[in-house]
């Protein structure tokens, strides 16, 4: 096996998104609302997270806001979760700006990736 093979298969990456998955298909764990993106983050609690990918608009009244707090609530509780990166890619600009200011404030690595053709309608 190639380092790189073995890097995609132990690579953490989780999507909390209401209908798109990855154009690639790449190894991802995948969260369709708010309560399984919590779910999904307390499992892997005590693994890094290679990358987090959220959408705010998860269907309905659900929102991707209680993964957020749930990421707030440990870094003010000083353990913050062990993420490479988190990448914001929601088509509602404000409630990405939104996600950015709030993760930024607690120091999580945050970039906003609206538009981008890795993710797409499953």
Request: net charge neutral.
């Amino acid at each position: 096996m190639t380092r790189a093979a073995w890097l995609a298969r132990h690579r953490l990456v989780i999507l909390v998104d209401d209908l798109r998955s990855f154009a690639d298909g790449r190894p991802t764990e995948v969260a369709r609302t708010s309560a399984e993106g919590v779910a999904l983050l307390t499992a892997h609690r005590d693994r890094r997270i290679d990358e987090l990918w959220l959408d705010h608009d998860l269907g309905g009244d659900d929102t991707i806001w209680p993964v957020v707090e749930v990421l707030e609530r440990a870094a003010f509780e000083e353990r913050p979760y062990d993420i490479g990166l988190i990448r914001v890619h929601s088509s509602n600009p404000a409630g990405a700006a939104r996600m950015r200011r709030s993760l930024d404030r607690w120091g999580y690595p945050v970039r906003i990736v609206t538009g981008t053709a890795e993710v797409g309608r499953s």
